[in-house]
RNA sequence: GGCGCGGUACCCAAGUGGUAAGGGAGAGGUCUGCAAAACCUUUAUGCGCCGGUUCGAUCCCGGCCCGCGCCUCCA
């Protein structure tokens, strides 16, 4: 099955394929590293993973490459007012990023790469276009790219700067660029500053030029995809574009997805509207990993999404219809053999997610076939209709519908205990929603306890006690389940 | 101003030129020691507004209103 992904080059659905026939290759702009990710940055990466993972799920072998930017102004900045190396700076952001990237369920990348380990690579870039013409140095030492160089410029985002550009020209001092578009290639060191000393004078590399030249350190000239959030769009991608494509005569990447915004209560996130989010953030108010992730992928990447609490709760009741049907599913004992309609049922659900995700990564069409057959399925359970057959058969419907979704599994106290961790470190416990620290010292042992206790009440027609354990663990955000097959108590 | 996206039930959200998926929430019911889960029924003669094309439009075209994004190294 191809994927036709929506392909920002050519404003149309493309089928996404790998060039070369053996791997697709793929990069995708990660981080800058100067704070904590907010879910504006996980929504894009959330979305890549997505695609990342039906692309495995339809069989294609990726190569898959995200930078790290651990060197920028906002870096360099607060380093300086810490005090402390870039590296020292930005380390633990690094750590954090990575594991967001966990509690969140996201893939790591086949290649991390970070910027400050490949400023050889982009030193050579910036020579080569010096050499070309298409790069000059100006009086204090900084590389610039001469856009002039480069008559595609403007190809991805569509637009069309022949009007705007150089109109207000006038005789440009030493000093300056040639032209008020021209971007940095590499920025001489102010002093004080961090600076590599390389043969194109002392300085740090600008933004662009690391993607591109991580780029083709790890995936050629060319490669299939390229994917960022909407902003990247321009000036970055075109950038990038513009030097690689002046550097090799080559094209760049041949496809390229954009992934929207997310606004959150019906606005922008900034932090001076207040509506601002960090992953953690939202764990220490008691979210789950599992809702952010189902909230964040169930909005298809190229709509706006509207993120706000009732959306996570609203998630967490899905993945709990989830969870709670494939523990149906798992725990009953069912005769041998198969019902048609069911395996049909199943049949097509399949097919219908698949095409779904095919068909541009349509995550919120992917969804209601999936929640069609378990209803049909619990119908038939009701009945007892369901055979061992049917079981198997839809069993593997969820399997691949968590492929991608990956919210079946519950690995949702990890997250949270981590980030009460960090709370604790970080002097923010003052953040942390009431209960949750109680709830999260619950053990499981405990509540296993107090389960084995109230069935042993059951059974000597104890219903007080037995509702008073009920309600007890009620209290601490335990919900209990009787059923013919036993107790399941999962936490609210 | 330039480029682009969207306005679908109480909320979130798909979708198609032929009469509105799915999730959440609410109400009623079945089941149950109670509860939960599950299932059934129910909540848009209606898809921002006004025209047009068409046998027929939520979906196509035009206009208008509203919201949003990019054009400032913010994913």
Redesign the pocket.
């Known amino acids: 099955m191809t994927l036709r992904l929506y392909n920002t080059l050519t404003g149309q659905l493309d089928p996404l394929f790998a060039e070369d026939g053996k791997a697709l290759r793929m990069y995708a702009?990660g981080?800058?590293v100067y704070d904590y990710g907010?879910i504006?940055?996980f929504?894009?990466f959330l979305q890549i993973d997505v695609l990342r993972r039906f692309l495995l799920l339809t069989g294609t072998r990726l190569l898959h490459v995200m930078n790290i930017t651990d060197v920028?102004?906002?870096i360099i900045r607060n380093a300086a007012a810490a005090g402390v190396s870039i590296q020292d700076y930005s380390a633990p952001f690094v750590q954090a990023f990575l594991e967001d990237l966990d509690a969140l369920r996201i893939q790591h990348p086949e290649q991390l790469a970070r910027a400050t380990e490949h400023i050889d690579r982009m030193v050579e870039l910036i020579q080569k276009l010096a050499a070309a013409g298409a790069a000059y140095q100006t009086e204090d030492g900084s590389w610039y790219f001469r856009l002039s160089a480069f008559p595609e410029y403007g190809k991805l985002?569509?637009?069309?700067l022949s009007g705007m550009e150089d109109g207000a020209r006038v005789d440009v001092d030493e000093y300056e660029k040639d032209s008020a578009r021209d971007f940095?290639l590499w920025?001489a060191a102010k002093p004080g500053e961090t600076f590599w000393d390389t043969a194109i004078g002392r300085g740090r590399p600008?933004?662009?030029i690391e993607c591109s030249a991580m780029a083709m350190e790890y995936l050629g000239d060319s490669f299939d995809l390229h994917a960022?959030?909407?902003?990247?769009?321009?000036?970055?991608h075109e950038n990038e574009i513009a030097q690689s494509e002046t550097a090799t005569h080559k094209p760049f990447a041949r496809h390229w997805m954009h992934?929207?915004?997310?606004?959150v209560d019906?606005?922008?996130?900034?932090k001076s509207e207040g509506n601002f989010y960090t992953l953690r953030d939202l764990l220490l108010k008691g979210y789950k990993a599992s809702a952010i992730r189902m909230a964040l992928i169930?909005?298809?990447y190229r709509?706006?999404?509207?993120f706000?609490f009732?959306?996570l709760?609203?998630?967490t009741?899905?993945i709990?219809?989830l969870r709670?049907?494939r523990h149906?599913l798992t725990s009953g004992t069912y005769a041998p053999g198969k019902n048609s309609a069911l395996q049909e049922a199943a049949k097509k659900a399949e097919a219908d997610y698949m095409a779904?995700l095919a068909?541009d990564l349509?995550t919120?069409?992917a969804?209601?076939p999936?929640?069609?057959l378990?209803?049909m399925a619990?119908?038939a359970?009701?009945q007892g209709q369901l055979l061992a057959g049917d079981r198997d058969a839809i069993l593997a419907v969820l399997a691949s519908f968590d492929a991608v979704f990956d919210v079946l599994e519950d690995h949702d106290a990890e997250p949270t205990r981590r980030a009460l961790e960090w709370a604790e470190k970080a002097g923010r416990l003052g953040d942390v929603a009431p209960g949750l620290l109680a709830r999260q010292a619950l053990t499981d042992e405990a509540v296993d306890a107090l389960v084995a206790e109230r069935t042993l009440a059951?059974k000597q027609r104890n219903?007080?006690r037995?509702?008073q354990i009920?309600n007890e663990l009620a209290e601490k955000g335990i919900?209990?389940?009787?059923?013919k097959d036993g107790v399941r108590w999962k936490r609210k």
């Open positions: 702009c981080p800058t907010h504006g940055n929504r894009t920028d102004d906002k985002s569509k637009k069309d940095a920025k600008g933004w662009h960022g959030g909407e902003d990247l769009m321009f000036p970055h992934v929207r915004f997310l606004l019906g606005r922008k996130m900034s169930s909005v298809p709509h706006q999404l509207n706000t009732d959306g709760v609203d998630a009741s899905a709990d219809r709670t049907f149906r779904a068909n349509n919120a069409e969804r209601a999936i929640f069609d378990i209803r619990n119908t359970m009701d059951k219903f007080a037995a509702d009920r919900i209990l389940e009787d059923s």
